[in-house]
């Protein structure tokens, strides 16, 4: 068990920019999911996968944000033209299953926008 | 919709002393889950402890134990014999389906 994996650790880029994400979840896992976290807050939750399958959406991902999940391995987030309320920690987590299954998380891509 | 409340953005321990985080949340279902997070500073969030809701036994995981109400919706953690290393953000979550929802924290202090 190698944990999850997330890249880069940090991004800096300017508004405007596109930025993609990268999160390797636990191999034997079939879920994967991305939150986003600001300073002082819980994790919001964005996304999710089921193997390949984007099965649910948050209102909070909006038409600037992607995740793809290709062959349910490796999965990318991309945020295209970003905003300065972009900034945040991405964080991703895997999980063997739903219910009371834990989902691991990882480091978190910190994500600041100039 | 599930929320979840923290009330406590702060707490204090002293070490091999005990204390409580408080956590209550709202929903419409019965058979949900229950999780508490630790994230420490510039680290992984990593589970524990967890509690099915249908189960009235409160979790425990050696120091970590729970006090679960599920009629009064209120999820408390209960550190007995702090040490140093608890000193994190704790996080309490709900799950239903695949929504899981999380509090906005209590950042644990442990003092020597």
């Known amino acids: 068990d190698t944990g999850v994996s997330q890249n880069p650790r940090h991004k800096i880029t300017k508004r405007g920019q596109n930025v993609t994400f990268r999160c390797d979840p636990i191999s034997e896992h079939n879920r994967l999911y991305w939150y986003r976290q600001t300073l002082g807050q819980g994790p919001e939750f964005l996304t999710y996968f089921q193997n390949e399958a984007q099965l649910e959406k948050s209102r909070l991902l909006s038409d600037r944000f992607s995740a793809e999940r290709p062959k349910g391995s490796f999965s990318t987030l991309e945020i295209q033209r970003t905003e300065q309320g972009d900034s945040a920690m991405y964080l991703c987590?895997?999980?063997?299953?739903?219910?009371?299954?834990?989902?691991?998380f990882g480091d978190g891509t910190r994500l600041s926008i100039l | 919709a599930q929320t979840v409340t923290q009330s406590q953005p702060e707490m204090s321990v002293q070490e091999a002393e005990t204390v409580t985080l408080s956590c209550t949340y709202d929903t419409s279902e019965s058979d949900y889950y229950l999780f508490w997070y630790k994230q420490p500073p510039s680290r992984q969030m990593i589970l524990v402890i967890r509690?099915?809701?249908?189960?009235?036994q409160n979790a425990t995981e050696n120091r970590f134990s729970v006090n679960f109400q599920k009629a009064a919706k209120s999820f408390s953690l209960k550190i007995s014999d702090s040490q140093l290393g608890d000193a994190a953000m704790y996080f309490c979550?709900?799950?239903?389906?695949?929504?899981?929802?999380f509090g906005a924290g209590t950042r644990l202090t442990v003092k020597p």
């Open positions: 987590a895997s999980s063997l299953g739903g219910g009371i299954q834990p989902q691991h």
């Open positions: 509690q099915e809701a249908y189960k009235q």
């Open positions: 979550a709900f799950r239903f389906n695949n929504d899981m929802r």
